[in-house]
């Protein structure tokens, strides 16, 4: 397995962030056979197709070329003016195989990799400048798998070309007994196709070394335990510091909840360990929702803030706990609770009207308000 620096062993796969920290240095796998090997074999592919128009037009410049009138050669003006003239039809096919090996050049140095710019890969790195890295860059393993590419590169070529020598041998004798301009065209034909036959046993070298570049880029991009530690550790934030900030959302949270009290029409407790302050809006909502819930010393609180501004605070275990275990603050209860809430809530009213000298004593609310079984919760 890959090791740092420091003799710690790297056998962590990269992470993603590590991969995309990577990527913004330049930092990917690419195979220079490959980019190597689409350029030869395209420009072999374009003198295929655009040969015999490039070998048209260049007889055509050879036959204007040489066939001019005497008074030509004493006037140098003219002669770029001829020059410029029979150089026009070779322009457009020059252009076209030219552009074709720029775009693959191109395309060829992106299948691997992609295609990737980064200004961090142009600055200047002064540790490359030192002798003792450039001797271990020599004499490392990077230095002689490239070697073994350049000996095997040698070797393919060279078997290849032996291979096309003794299969194409009688039609090169045969070409000394051929008649001009038949000879010629055949040759280049010959030529061509010879080329590009020695640019695809290129394709042996890049099988090999894409997949080497692959691993050898997974390799160098592998962390240690402790690097993926100290990642997620600063991705995600330390837990002491993940405590403290769910610590204040708590209390804001808390302090928020606090100050809807006042607001609420009715707290109905356990009468010890739970509180749940509801809240009935006729006009902004569908149904009674609640506003504050809580156990033990938060239910207490509930119970001191609402009596310190006067929120009527009664006593139900039942429908405290069915509330208390089955809506959040700020949700509408049950529809299955409408019929206690709604018994609470009257009650509530008449004794407000009854405070107030405008009706007479309402009856006291029976234990049983209707709760369903599925909502019964014992403490």
Not at 53 to 66: D, I, N, P, Q, Y
């Amino acid at each position: 397995m890959a090791e740092n620096e420091n003799g710690t062993e790297r056998s962590e796969e990269a992470t993603a962030e590590k991969i995309r920290k990577s990527k913004e240095k330049g930092q990917v796998a690419r195979s220079k056979e490959l980019a190597t090997a689409s350029v030869l074999i395209s420009a072999a592919l374009s003198l295929l197709i655009f040969g015999d128009r490039l070998a048209f037009e260049l007889s055509v410049m050879m036959k204007r070329g040489f066939s001019f009138e005497r008074s030509v050669l004493f006037s140098p003006e003219y002669m770029w003016i001829h020059l410029s003239a029979i150089s026009k039809g070779l322009a457009m096919p020059m252009f076209i195989i030219l552009l074709m090996l720029f775009v693959i050049s191109i395309l060829g140095s992106s299948l691997l990799g992609g295609m990737l710019f980064s200004t961090k890969a142009m600055m200047p790195k002064w540790s490359r400048l030192s002798p003792k890295a450039g001797i271990k860059r020599m004499l490392g393993m990077q230095a002689w798998v490239e070697l073994l590419k350049s000996i095997l590169k040698v070797l393919v070529v060279i078997g290849m070309a032996w291979w096309i020598l003794g299969v194409t041998f009688e039609r090169i004798l045969h070409l000394s007994v051929m008649s001009l301009p038949g000879s010629v065209f055949e040759a280049l034909d010959m030529l061509i196709w010879m080329f590009l036959l020695l640019c695809c046993s290129m394709l042996l070298i890049v099988a090999i070394d894409v997949p080497y570049q692959i691993h050898k880029h997974s390799e160098e991009l592998k962390m240690t335990k402790q690097e993926v530690k100290d990642e997620y550790r600063n991705s995600e934030g330390k837990p002491e510091v993940k405590q403290r900030i769910r610590q204040l959302q708590y209390e804001a949270s808390q302090r928020k909840m606090m100050g809807d009290v006042p607001d609420a029409d009715v707290i109905v407790t356990n009468p010890t360990h739970y509180s749940v302050a509801i809240k009935y809006d006729q006009l902004g909502a569908r149904a009674p929702y609640i506003v504050a819930k809580g156990i033990d010393f938060m239910a207490l609180k509930i119970r001191e803030v609402g009596r310190e501004y006067e929120v009527p605070v009664m006593q139900s275990p039942p429908l405290c706990r069915a509330i208390y275990h089955t809506t959040e603050i700020g949700d509408e209860v049950p529809e299955e609770l409408f019929v206690a809430i709604a018994q609470v809530l009257a009650y509530i009213y008449q004794l407000d009207q009854f405070r107030k000298g405008k009706s007479g004593r309402p009856k006291a609310l029976p234990n049983d308000l209707g709760i369903p079984k599925g909502f019964q919760y014992n403490e």
